[in-house]
């Protein structure tokens, strides 16, 4: 750690005491939740083979601690696993597009060991439902089992399946896994869900039972895998398309490791601020597609540092608060900031994306996104609150671009948080707060080590003018939203 950022610790940090309230790991309650769970029927199979069930991989792509594939190994039937690369969701990216290639890396990976099993992964292209129907005609399956989904169209989709399924008789089990407790079960007394963190976190520490954090040793029953054999003819050759056949190039962005830092971990609450530092662990991309468990991060999460758990808490926030209020996905969680008269100036945006704002610390922020593939979240802030606030572009545009570009991209994280930034969301910074990137940069940069990094010109006559002076962009900010505000609370008033 530099001595500008040790001095700007001791500045600002004020020494906090993170002890865990040890009613969190005590308490025991095995929470497995079923989507659609007809477990009385009787099953239908193909007539002369042995019934099998299907697992299927979606944001879960790891063998270890996995809850809906350690239930269909205990099934008592072969498992077929299964992952489909979903047409709708991987049609309208780049060719090379580094969230793809990281997908088919840990596919490969689980294929390698599904193999030294006797088995290996089926992969397919298409319309989940066609091939999930297709399936049906191709093996004798019995069940389906998966872990559940947060995401509006990940419900959608599931919904349709269970429809599906039920239709042929074939029973569908579901599993809570991404995160750690369901939205249902975090409620306030009244039965509604949160809309404020704190109280919602509070709450959740309080009803936090050790069950929830069980592992699951699903790599421990990998010998119930389905015989790569018994996979019918055509399917053999096709088990596992190259990347090319599945219309993707590799990416050069490199993931960082899924491995965690407990040392890091420990240091979080005083580094996590500070981009230069390395202080946060960049393991949003594993979680986000599960080839990190949460259960057991969260555990040494718990032990080691509070703080990092709030982080953890922040991620089952909004996940709550899409399950709860999926409208967020194109409209303002307060509905009087959709009515803010954004600017929307096209080449502004265009620079902002560039990295070319002429604010050291926004262009920094931007730049390490497009390199990376990765943004540290104070230039998240830092960089969301400028082109909503500075520049009056609409959250949604800026929202679509990290959505394009970060490795760990998920939806309800990167709503909220772009909401938190413009005001509109739930909970959110209040709209005057307006951060200034000159105080940020020295706050959190104090050295200037990230900002030469990224803008090694910031200092030289080379670097582009500001594209609007921070004095006049908040003055004119601050008018903006107070109109659309005060238009709101008028037409209320009437
Ligand atoms: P760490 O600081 O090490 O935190 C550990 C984990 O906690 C993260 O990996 C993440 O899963 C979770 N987490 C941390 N902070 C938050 C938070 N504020 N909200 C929700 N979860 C959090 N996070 C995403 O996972 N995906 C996104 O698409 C995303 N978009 C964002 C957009 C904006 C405008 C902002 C302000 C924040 C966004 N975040 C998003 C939250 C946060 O910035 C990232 O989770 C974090 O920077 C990821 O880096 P890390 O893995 O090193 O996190």
Known sequence: MSPGIEQSIKNQVKPRNYKIN???????????????????????????????????????????????????????RKVLPLFIFDESVIDPLPGNDHRVSFIYQSLASMDESLQN?????????????????????????????C??????????????????LNDHGIRFHTFWDHLLLHPEKVLKQDGTPYQVFTPYSNRWKQIL??????YHASEKLLKHIMPEQSMPGPEQSSLFPDLTELGFTWSSLKTPSPKINKDLIRAYDRLRDFPAAEGTSKLGVHLRFGTLGIRNLAKIAAELNEVFLGELIWREFYAMILWYYPA?????????????????????FL????????????????????????????LRMVTASFLTKHLLIDWR????????????????????????????????????RIFNPYSQQKKFDPQDEFVKKWVPEADSEDYVREIVA??????????????????????NGQ
């Not at 967020?328 to 502004?348: G, L, S, T």
């Not at 002429?358 to 730049?367: E, I």
């Not at 003055?475 to 709101?488: F, I, P």
């Open 22 to 76: 040890a009613s969190l790991v005590s308490r025991i309650i095995p929470v497995v939740l079923f989507l659609h769970d007809n477990t009385q029927s009787d099953p239908v199979v193909k007539a002369n083979n042995n019934p099998i069930v299907v697992f299927w991989f979606r944001r879960d792509l790891r063998l270890e601690d996995n809850k809906g594939l350690y239930q269909a190994l205990k099934s008592g």
């Open 117 to 145: 099993n006797g088995g290996g992964l089926l992969i397919k292209r298409g319309k989940p439902l066609e091939v999930i129907r297709e399936l049906l005609s191709d093996y004798p399956v019995e069940a389906v089992y």
């Open 147 to 164: 872990n559940m989904d947060h995401e509006p169209y990940g419900r959608k989709r599931d919904y349709e399946v269970a429809g599906l």
């Open 209 to 214: 039972q050790s069950g929830d954090l069980e």
């Open 328 to 348: 967020v996905v194109d409209q303002a969680f307060k509905p009087a900031y959709d009515r803010i008269e954004w600017r929307n100036n096209e080449k502004e």
């Open 351 to 378: 620079a902002w994306k560039e990295g070319n704002t002429g604010y050291p610390m926004v262009d920094a922020g931007m730049r390490q996104l497009n390199q990376t593939g990765y943004m540290h979240n104070r």
């Open 397 to 432: 545009w800026g929202e679509a671009y990290f959505a394009e570009k970060l490795f760990d991209y998920e939806l309800s994280s990167n709503n909220g948080g772009w909401q938190w930034c413009a005001g509109s969301g739930c909970d959110a910074a209040p709209y005057f």
């Open 470 to 491: 921070h004095k006049k962009a908040r003055e004119r900010c601050l008018q903006v939203y107070k109109r659309a505000l005060e238009a709101t609370s008028n037409k």
